[in-house]
């Protein structure tokens, strides 16, 4: 059975860090891109970071310079740290594993709240 868990979210205060983790079980962990994404209310599912098999990432241009996505392969987990965090970054946020090839396989986590506020 495949599972991905996300922790780490909370509230922050802005300007202040996060780190969420994404920890992986019932897949060939190496093999997969890894991604987070966030949704926010009323607001579509979108694509926050990316980190490929081959450890290549991007990252989209609302969050560029403030935060890194990286993993350990020995942990079968994924990382997002989060920093100089914005009231526009509060939203739940959602680990994906896929791998795309003959067979295209799509798992997601159960998603953990980031509240950024004073």
């Known amino acids: 059975q495949v599972q991905l868990v996300e922790s780490g979210g909370g509230l922050v205060q802005p300007g202040g860090s996060l780190r969420l983790s994404c920890a992986a079980s019932?897949?060939?962990?190496?093999?997969?891109?890894m991604h987070w994404y966030r949704q926010a209310p009323g607001k579509e599912r979108e694509l926050v970071a990316s980190i490929t098999s081959a450890r290549r990432t991007n990252y989209a241009d609302s969050v560029k310079g403030r935060f890194t996505i990286s993993r350990d392969n020995t942990k079968n987990t994924v990382y997002l740290q989060m920093n100089s965090l914005k009231p526009e970054d509060t939203a739940v946020y959602y680990c994906?594993?896929?791998?795309?090839?003959?067979?295209?396989?799509?798992?997601w986590g159960q998603g953990t709240q980031v509240t950024v506020s004073s």
């Open positions: 019932g897949i060939t962990y190496s093999a997969y891109a």
């Open positions: 994906n594993a896929r791998i795309v090839g003959l067979n295209t396989y799509d798992y």
